[in-house]
C-alpha cells in the first residue's frame, strides 16, 4: 500500500507529513497517536481506541480538525499522476563538461578513479567543448535557460578549454537568445588571484570541495605525492569567497558552497560541519560516500550511527541559528509551501534524457557518473544521440516505475535517489540504493523538522 503520510517525532515536535501534497503540519502528542487508527473514514474507530486515554471531546473536535485538513486536500491528498509529458522526448537543458578526465588529487573515495573514470587520464580539447555546446543549443530547443557544469577530475587543470567554451557559449548567447548558467566544481589547488577574478568575471557559480576537519580532509584527499590538501585549499577557498562578498553578487544568479564527502570513517560528521562553518564558510554541504568493498563503505550496521548523527547535527544547526551564527546547510533546505514542481518531484535531476555528460573525447553519457560505464552510453557530441532506448528509460524510471519506491513516504522528496548508485550495486537504474534510501529519509526528517520549526518561529514573531 502506497503510503499516505509519515509521522516523527524530535525533541518533543511531533511532526506529521502528508505525502501526495507535501504538506507538514506540527500536532500534539494525541493527533500523533490518532493516526494510527485514522484514515479519513474511521472515526469511530478512532474514538474507541483512544477514549481511556483522552477525552471524547477533545478527540471528535481533533477529527473535525483533521477533516477540515482532508477537504484542502493537507491530509491524504489524492495520487499523483504521471504527467504526459513523461512519455514525449526530452528536451536536454544541461550538461556537464568532464574537461579534465585527470585530477591532481588522489581522494580515496573517488568515484571516477582519481579522474580518470577507468580510462587514460586526457583533458579535452576546445573542439571538443564548443562542439558540446553547439549539441546544448541544438538538443534544448525552445528552452532560453540552459545549464553547462564543468567537472573533472579537476576543471582547472584545463582553463584553455574552460575559457574557450566560456567564449563560445557567451558568444552564442548572443546569436541564439539562450542564457547559459556555468558552474565549476574544483577541488581548489589551483586556484589563484587570476583565475579567481576570471571565475568571477565570468559568474561562474562554483562548488568547493572539502571534507571538513583537518585531520578528515587530509586523510581522505592527498594530493598525488600523498601530502594532505587541508591548508592549500582553505587559503584558497577564503580568499575565493572573499572576493564574492558583498557587491550585486545576490543578484547575478551565482552561488558559492563547499561540498564535503563523509565516509566510515568520520561518522561524527557533525565535527566536519561544524569545522566548515567554525573556519568561515556558511553555504555547506556534507555527503554520504557511496561505495562497494571499501572499508570507507557507509554499512547496514552503520545506519544507527548515522541516523544519531543526523539528531546531533540538526541540534547543532538549530543551536547555532539560536546564537546568531546559522548557516546554510543544503539538505537542510526544503520549500514547504513551494516545492519542486510534478516532474522533479517524480524524476529529480533528469540524467539521461535533460541533463547528460560529454567525456573529454565528446563520448554521451546519463551524468558524469555515469562516465565510463560503456552499457549506458547514447552517442556523442558528433553523431547525436545513438542508442535512443536509454533516455527513454531513464525518463519513464521515475519513482512511480520502481517498485521499492511507489510504497515509500519519500518518494517524492527523493525523486527515487541517484541512477548511477542504483546501477552500481543492483545493475538496474530502478531499484534504489538501499542504504542511501535509508540516510536519505533520515535527512529529510531533519530537513522537515527544520522547516516546520522555523515555520512556527515566524509565526510567533508575527503575533
Known sequence: MKAKIHKFEHNGQYILLDVNSGAV????????????????????????????????????EALEELHELMTMNQLFAPDIDVPPTFRQTGIIKSICLMVAQDCNL?????????????????VMTPEVGCKAIDFLIEKSGPRK??????????????????????????AKEKETGKKFKLTMTTNGILLNDANIKWLNDNDFSLVLSLDGRKEVNDA???????????????????????????????????YTYLRGTYTHNNLDFTKDVLSMHDAGFDI?????????????????EDLPRVREEYDRLVDAYMQCRKEGRGFWFFHFNMDLSNGPCVAKRLSGCGAGHEYVAVAENGDLYPCHQFVGRDKYKLGSIFTGITDTKW??????????????????????????????????????IREPYEIGCEIQKKRLECAIYVQAMQQLEKEENNG
Not at 588522489?106 to 586526457?122: L, M, N, T, V
Not at 553547462?148 to 575559457?163: A, I, Q, R, S
Not at 561505495?291 to 563503505?297: E, H, R
Open 220 to 254: 581522505m584527499r592527498p594530493d598525488v605525492g600523498g601530502h594532505g590538501s587541508y591548508d592549500r585549499i582553505v587559503k584558497n577557498f577564503k580568499k575565493c569567497i572573499a572576493s564574492r562578498k558583498g557587491g550585486d553578487w545576490d543578484y547575478r544568479g551565482v
Open 284 to 300: 555547506l554541504s556534507l555527503e554520504p560516500v557511496v561505495l562497494k568493498d571499501s572499508p570507507y563503505a557507509i554499512t547496514e
Open 106 to 122: 588522489r581522494c580515496k573515495y573517488c568515484f571516477g578513479d582519481g579522474g580518470s573514470y577507468g580510462q587514460e587520464r586526457a
Open 391 to 428: 533516455p527513454q528509460y531513464f525518463r519513464e524510471s521515475h519513482v512511480l516505475n520502481k517498485p521499492k519506491c511507489r510504497d515509500c513516504w519519500s518518494r517524492f522528496f527523493c525523486s527515487g535517489g541517484c541512477h548511477a548508485n542504483a546501477d552500481l550495486f543492483h545493475g538496474n
Open 25 to 60: 503540519h506540527v500536532i500534539d502528542k494525541m493527533i500523533y497517536e490518532m493516526m494510527d487508527t485514522f484514515d479519513g473514514t474511521n472515526d469511530e474507530n478512532v474514538v474507541a481506541a483512544l477514549k481511556d486515554r483522552y477525552p471524547e471531546a477533545d478527540l471528535r
Open 145 to 170: 535557460h540552459c545549464e553547462v557544469d564543468f567537472f573533472g577530475g579537476e576543471p582547472l587543470m584545463n582553463m584553455k578549454t574552460v575559457k574557450a567554451v566560456t567564449a563560445y557559449a557567451r
